[in-house]
Each structure stands twice: as C-alpha cells, then as structure tokens.
C-alpha cells in the first residue's frame, strides 16, 4: 500500500516522492515517465487488483502472445552465437511452455 501511494504523489500535481529512510521528499525530473507492467489480475494465484483511482493514471494497452516465428526471429537474431538448433530447441520449448 504504501508504494501505491508514493507512485500516487509522484503521479499526480505533487510531481515528487517522500523517501522516509533518508527524511526528504524528492522532486521528479521534468521529462519523467513511468511504464508500468501488469500481468492480468484474473491470470496466476491470488493477485489482488489495483485501484480503479490508480489505473486511470494509465494507457491500459494488450498485448497478444508473440508467434512462434516471432520468438525464433528474436532469439536468432539477439543471439546470433547460440545456433539454429538450439534456437529452434528453445523456441519450440517456449511454445511448449505456453500451452500448458
């Protein structure tokens, strides 16, 4: 609860965050942005979901699982050294990993 709240004063007209361990509250930087993160709340054991009042600070944007073909350019190309065997390896147990 208490980082909600420090993001809330660092979001809203405060522009700024109070650290307690050191006594100050410090300003944002005028180009500051915040991306943020959420796997759904309905997806995964026990997640409690934020606010509305927070949430409406956001652009809510989904994303659809990446293609197989997708995962297999990445993997190629940010790693170019592991092979295309054990890209295609990895890849496929990504794929695997996803359907269960």
Request: include cysteine.
């Amino acid at each position: 609860q208490s980082v909600l709240e420090g993001l809330n004063a660092l979001l809203d007209h405060r522009r700024s965050v109070y650290i307690p361990e050191i006594d100050q509250t410090l300003p944002a930087s005028p180009a500051f942005r915040l991306f943020a993160a959420q796997n759904p709340v309905a997806e995964g054991g026990g997640r409690k979901g934020l606010p509305q009042s927070f949430l409406n600070r956001f652009t809510r944007v989904a994303l659809a699982p990446l293609a197989d073909e997708d995962i297999h350019h990445i993997l190629s190309h940010c790693h170019p050294k592991l092979g295309e065997d054990l890209v295609r390896n990895v890849a496929e147990l990504l794929r695997q990993l996803r359907t269960e």
